[in-house]
């Protein structure tokens, strides 16, 4: 029987897709920066005012070494990661990006009337920058949309570990996060250490 729109296979549990969105965007923001993630499930208001089943926020900081673009790069990835989070699920993960484009773009990134959801994040993104161009905005776009692409491909198990862990809990907060990263990297660490057990 196919699953509700809205619902999600993850590792064999049915969950409402926002989990593995958010837990999209909070993976990607996590492994660009030290900047405190975190995620809480229910009735919330997202910083231009619209309402949100869950929400993952992000204390977006530059860093030292970082420049302006970086901070905008890693910004605007953070948006595709919860795109690419739920698409992970959705889709086969070697088709992942064509996916997203073709089938799944318009219902997990517009929403309402395009003054909601992922998209219009991005481009309030971009008109913090006014002084990037066109071209400069389309390379940022690309570079962006390629590095949470990349980062979710390659963190399929630790994606789905995160969002189990949120449905079931309701919220995680960056420590719990950061101990869930720490956890797989030492498990995949050991794996290459160990590769005859």
């Known amino acids: 029987m196919p699953m509700a729109k809205n619902t999600l296979n993850v590792d064999g549990l049915k969950m409402d897709s926002r989990f593995p969105h958010e837990a999209g965007h909070a993976l990607v923001a996590a492994l660009t920066s030290n900047d405190p993630v975190r995620i809480c499930d229910g009735a919330h208001k997202t910083d231009t005012g619209h309402s949100a089943n869950a929400i993952c ?6 860093g030292d ?6 901070l905008t790069l890693r910004r605007i990835a953070y948006h595709y990661g919860g ?16 996916c997203v484009l073709r089938s799944c773009a318009e219902c997990l990134w517009q929403k309402g009337d395009g003054t909601e959801g992922d998209a219009a994040k991005v ?14 905005r389309k390379a940022l776009n690309s570079e962006a949309w390629n590095k949470a692409a990349a980062l979710v491909k390659a963190n399929g198990s630790l994606l789905q570990e ?3 862990r949120f449905c079931a809990d309701g ?9 869930m990263i720490a956890a797989e990297q030492n498990r995949c660490n050991q794996e290459v250490d160990d590769p005859g057990d």
């Open 83 to 98: 795109v690419f989070g739920e698409a992970y699920f959705v889709c086969e993960t070697e088709h992942l990006e064509s």
């Open 123 to 136: 481009m309030e993104i971009h008109k913090e920058n006014p002084c990037l161009t066109g071209d400069e």
């Open 162 to 164: 995160i969002a189990k």
């Open 171 to 179: 919220h995680l907060s960056n420590e719990q996060i950061r101990c």
């Open 65 to 70: 070494d970082e420049t302006q673009r970086d």
């Open 57 to 62: 926020t992000v204390d977006f900081k530059r």
